[in-house]
């Protein structure tokens, strides 16, 4: 297999961490971003100068370009660029401030927007190159207490679909990871909450009953390492992609239902338009 440059966001822990050290394992080169890289000082010295450590913080649109230009320049060439780098946001909609609205999207949504703006000038020129966002099954579905969450993630999978269209031509492959439940810090340690509106009370009771309930274990982050090298190996890679069992059965219900609603007023939809 020919040695691969990776850039990758978020990469001091969860997906990332796990993605970096694969890539590594096998002999590829990395240039792997945290707003803190002391979290990978254990890599540096056991990696050397296969890992490129880079602080970023991806809500800034000039340090994405500056941390993407000087990781070409230091690696001569970037073939994988995985924007990772995200956080849950939980609460209610009409529970969101402004500030928690705005940093979730800055930070899911454009933080991913400016990495592939920085990426691609580099990726055309060498005629080819496979950019991977990390969306999640909430970026085709929805679910209460996760509006801004899934805000940021289905308008990644709008811009990633899109731009799938407008970079084929240069040979760059795209491809959206979906994955369900995973024992990341994304629901734990690096999640924020809204404060509670008491009229809610009944439903958050009701939401977390139901993830208590839910069956099976959250995924392995290590076994989705070697499912994402697949992905990058792969001669044709899909844009889209599940990570874990749940989220096909999910996703299957909600656009069942979804056919069915438009379906049933297709009248309406063509009344609307005129004669």
């Not at 070409?72 to 969101?96: C, K, P, S, T, W």
């Amino acid at each position: 297999m020919t040695e691969k440059t990776w850039f990758i966001t978020g990469a001091s822990r969860g997906f990332g961490r796990e993605w970096t050290l694969a890539a590594l394992d096998r002999g590829d080169r990395v240039a792997a971003t945290a707003r803190d890289i002391a979290t990978m000082k254990d890599l540096r010295d056991k990696y050397g100068d296969r890992i490129v450590a880079l602080t970023l913080d991806v809500r800034d649109r000039a340090a994405c370009f500056a941390a993407v230009d000087e990781a070409q320049a230091r690696l001569g060439r970037l073939d994988v660029v995985v924007n990772n780098a995200g956080y849950g946001q939980f609460g209610m909609i009409e529970e969101l401030s402004e500030k928690e609205l705005r940093d979730q999207l800055e930070t899911n949504l454009f933080g991913a927007m400016w990495v592939t703006q920085a990426a691609l000038p580099h990726l055309r020129s060498q005629k080819g190159g496979h950019v991977v966002q990390v969306s999640s099954v909430g970026g085709i579905t929805a679910f209460p207490s996760f509006g801004a969450y899934h805000a940021s993630k289905w308008a990644l999978e709008g811009f990633t679909q899109a731009l799938a269209q407008e970079v084929a031509g240069f040979g760059i492959r795209v491809t959206l990871i979906e994955p369900g439940s995973f024992a990341t810090d994304w629901g734990v340690g690096s999640a924020q909450h809204t404060r509670p509106i008491a009229a809610y009370a009944g439903l958050r009771e009701r939401i977390e009953a139901y993830r208590s309930a839910m069956p099976g274990k959250p995924g392995d982050t290590k076994a989705s390492a070697g499912a994402l090298l697949k992905i990058v190996d792969a001669d044709e890679p899909p844009l889209r992609v599940f990570f874990g069992p749940a989220p096909l059965a999910m996703v299957k219900a909600d656009y069942a239902r979804r056919l069915e609603g438009w379906e049933k007023w297709q009248p309406l939809a063509i009344e609307a338009q005129g004669a």
